[in-house]
C-alpha cells in the first residue's frame, strides 16, 4: 500500500474542500519543489479546495513539522557585582 492510498485509508473518504495532514504536508512539499508548476490554481484544482482560501495558507503559513524537545542548553547564571 502506498503512503498516498494509506493516508487516504486511515481516515476514509475526504469531503471536497477538506485535505488530510499528509495531503497538507505534500501540498507544501509540490510548492516548495516547484513553485511555478504547483501555483495556487494548480493546487486548489488538483487537492479540490477553494482557491482563495488556499492562497491565503500560501502566503500566511508553511510546512510544519514535530519535533522531539531538545535538551536545551542552560542559561548561564547570573553574576551579581558588588
Known sequence: M???SRGSA??????KGKITNFQLSELFAKRL???D?????TLAKHYQL???????VLKF??????????DLPRPKEPTFLG
Open 33 to 35: 519543489e516547484d513553485p
Open 61 to 70: 503559513y508553511s510546512d510544519y513539522a514535530i519535533v522531539k524537545k531538545r
Open 50 to 56: 477553494d482557491q482563495e482560501a488556499l492562497s491565503a
Open 10 to 15: 486511515e481516515i476514509g473518504q475526504v469531503p
Open 2 to 4: 502506498s503512503r498516498e
Open 37 to 41: 508548476t504547483w501555483t495556487a490554481e
